[in-house]
């Protein structure tokens, strides 16, 4: 089973444009979440969807966006790039995110750099 | 919110000791703590996990206790390999929230 996948790899933009990023769950996997990580900051929740709604978020601006398509496929856009925007941006996946103990699965992320 | 809090930030091993990473959270309504293993350039992997109602659990090399009444969780790594080497994440989460990540131990293992 494929696991996780982000794409693209590496993206480099400059400040004040935007950017989208996608992230294909496991196949069966219906719910994807987004998980921005800095050195500084280590690993901070953006949000996760469910059935195409945004279920949870996290404390980030709303130049920080996303959605869920019907297959589960999802995208995570940000507008107006500032320079602390530069990270690796994680996508993860699980079944339903509706258990407690449900795993969740990683892919290897998207590596923004603003210059 | 959930807050969870990682020691040491780093560490080093002699290849074929154990090593000891260990994490406090502070919500008591937190039931459920999975560590992660991250490789240079690879998103984090989940290594172990454990539920509130477990005390311990045990995977070949790697094992993970649980303390729910002082709120601390730790991973045990016994006879250490290079391949051990990386950055080690725990995490909580209460019921079905997003999971809070401690800020990662670099683990090093010397040859």
């Known amino acids: 089973k494929a696991g996780v996948t982000q794409t693209p790899r590496y993206l480099i933009k400059t400040r004040g444009q935007q950017v989208t990023l996608s992230c294909s769950p496991i196949?069966?996997?219906?719910?994807v979440s987004w998980y921005q990580q800095t050195p500084g900051q280590g690993l901070q929740f953006l949000f996760e969807?469910?059935?195409?709604?945004?279920?949870n978020k996290g404390n980030f601006p709303g130049r920080f966006s996303g959605r869920q398509f019907s297959n589960s496929r999802s995208e995570m856009n940000v507008s107006t790039l500032e320079l602390g925007d530069s990270a690796l941006y994680l996508c993860?996946?699980?079944?339903?995110?509706?258990?407690?103990?449900?795993?969740?699965?990683f892919g290897s992320g998207t590596q923004l750099s603003v210059l | 919110g959930e807050n969870v809090e990682q020691h040491p930030s780093t560490l080093s091993v002699q290849e074929g000791d154990s090593a000891v990473i260990k994490c406090t959270y502070s919500?008591?309504?937190?039931?459920?703590f999975p560590w992660y293993k991250q490789e240079l350039g690879k998103g984090p992997q989940l290594i172990i996990d454990?539920?509130?109602?477990?005390g311990e659990k045990k995977d070949q090399r790697i094992a993970v206790t649980l303390n729910k009444t002082a709120k601390h969780f730790s991973l045990h790594i016994t006879e250490t390999q290079p391949e051990d080497s990386a950055v080690y994440f725990c995490?909580?989460?209460?019921?079905?929230?997003?999971?809070?990540f401690g800020t990662g131990t670099r683990l090093t293992i010397i040859p």
């Open positions: 993860a996946s699980s079944l339903s995110g509706g258990f407690t103990n449900e795993k969740l699965f």
């Open positions: 196949s069966g996997h219906r719910s």
């Open positions: 969807y469910f059935s195409e709604t945004q279920r």
């Open positions: 919500d008591s309504a937190s039931n459920y």
């Open positions: 454990i539920r509130s109602n477990v």
């Open positions: 995490a909580a989460r209460v019921g079905n929230e997003k999971l809070t």
